[in-house]
């Protein structure tokens, strides 16, 4: 009996050491790889370092893989115990491994390093909104790029949910605006917050959270020129506008459709649509096959905002918080030009924005007068 409980405590100690290494090394293997990835996305332009990518508001900061490794070996070093313990711990109960308390993470301050390295359950868990740092590839309006990351994300290319903005969308944004969560982001303009238009818990935390008159409409992002059709009555004048205006600084004003939630916007016939230029809020609004319910990211009364930590003081009442740094133009806060093209062949400028010369310019160059 003696020499049995020696061998099997032998071995544990041994499964033990070997588990905590193969997990370390796991762990540690899965960040270089997730770090390579990022690396190999970055655009010649882009910054050489890449910032962390996925984080929430730190000073008690823990890493996800590290605090998984130390509590699978400790889960293994409870084995080896248990084994010492009785020579028939093969049938015993065994302890659940709980981490320490400067382990565990707090409620609102997590650094979770590498995206790719998260679960949903261990992002849910915890309260307040998870920080994303968005690398550089995401923030380039226009061209190629844009068109890549896009037709990417939508095709499902291999690979492409190992991006760690991609994984943030899939394990945080996607699960929380589908429960009625608010995401707040960067657009081509100024920062804006996000619920998802036919989710009728999201339309009430986006009026609550911001402060705004249920009066007051609320734009509707979508994630390309196709998709306004489904939801803006899009005529045979309008058409051709579109991929003037758009992607662009412009919310266009249409009549809208039956399919859009009749819990939005209820007191009127009309809906402001968007494409903004900017890939990272197209994605968003891509990514639950539903389009946005966009606002500007700011109190109702107070300035918009041009830089993530502007907002700071929303971030415990949102699911995710995109951080692209600074956006627009320096001190430029007016955001969209708003302009109602509901009755063709004529315009009329709710918000004068940030692209109205250009703006009036398509529109008198196509026929289009200013309403009286």
Known sequence: ATATATASLSTSTALSAALSTATATAASAHCTSATARTAGRTSPAATAATPTLLTRPASTACTFAATAATATAATASAAATAATAT???????????????????????????????????????????????????????????????????SAGVDGQDQDPVEVAIRDVFVPGL?????????????????????????????????????????????????????????????????????????????????????????????????????????????ACDQPLALTSANKSGNPSCLAAQEFEELWPDLEIVFDAGHVGEQGVRSGSTVVDMSVDGEYRIIRDGSALESTVAILHEHGWHKAA
């Open 87 to 153: 020579p028939t711990a093969a049938t015993a109960t065994l302890p659940t491994a709980t981490p320490t308390a400067s382990q565990a993470p707090s409620p609102r301050h997590i650094n979770t390093g590498t995206a790719a390295t998260l679960s949903p359950s261990a992002m849910s868990a915890a309260a307040g909104a998870v920080v994303v740092k968005v690398p550089q590839e995401w923030l380039q309006s226009g061209g190629d790029k844009r068109a890549e990351i896009c037709a990417a994300a």
């Open 178 to 286: 589908l429960r009625g969560g608010l995401a707040g982001a960067p657009t081509d303009t100024v920062y804006g917050l996000a619920a998802l238009t036919q989710s009728d818990k999201g339309i009430e935390a986006l009026y609550r959270v911001k402060g705004r008159d249920h009066g007051k409409p609320i734009a509707v992002c979508v994630h390309d020129i196709d998709a306004i059709a489904a939801y803006g009555v899009v005529s045979d004048r309008v058409a051709p506008l579109l991929p003037l205006l758009l992607p662009g600084a412009v919310t266009i004003v249409l009549q809208r459709t039956p399919l859009l939630n009749p819990k939005l916007n209820p007191g009127t016939h009309l809906v402001g649509l968007r494409v903004p230029d900017f890939p990272l809020i197209r994605r968003l609004a891509q």
